[in-house]
């Protein structure tokens, strides 16, 4: 059974930092794309960073500069490392692993940004 566990979640002030961490079981990371998405209540959940399997990443156009997206395939996980955070990156962020027709879904952490 596939499972990915994501932690590192919270409240964090303006300007702030926090590492998003997701933990995967029953499948090989090194073969999969790995992705971080959010969701606000009443939007579309949207792709933040993407890492694919030759550790090629993408960002949100909202994210770049502040945001990196790494992977440790001999521990099966991927991390957002999140910098200089707004109150607009207040969602759930939820890890994401995809590879042809298989996509796998954490359960989500909450990120929360406020004075």
């Known amino acids: 059974q596939v499972q990915l566990v994501e932690s590192g979640?919270?409240?964090v002030q303006?300007?702030?930092s926090l590492i998003l961490s997701c933990t995967?079981?029953?499948?090989?990371f090194s073969i999969?794309?790995?992705?971080?998405?959010?969701?606000?209540?009443?939007?579309?959940?949207?792709v933040v960073a993407t890492i694919d399997a030759t550790d090629d990443t993408n960002y949100?156009?909202?994210v770049k500069g502040r945001f990196t997206i790494t992977r440790d395939d001999t521990k099966n996980t991927?991390?957002?490392q999140m910098n200089n955070l707004t109150p607009e990156d207040t969602a759930v962020y939820y890890c994401n692993a995809h590879v042809a027709?298989?996509?796998y879904w954490g359960q989500g952490t909450q990120v929360t940004v406020s004075s």
């Open 9 to 11: 979640g919270g409240l």
């Open 14 to 16: 303006p300007g702030g």
């Open 24 to 28: 995967g079981s029953g499948i090989d």
């Open 32 to 46: 999969w794309n790995l992705a971080w998405h959010r969701q606000v209540p009443g939007k579309q959940r949207e």
């Open 60 to 62: 949100a156009d909202s």
């Open 78 to 80: 991927v991390s957002l």
């Open 101 to 103: 027709s298989l996509n």
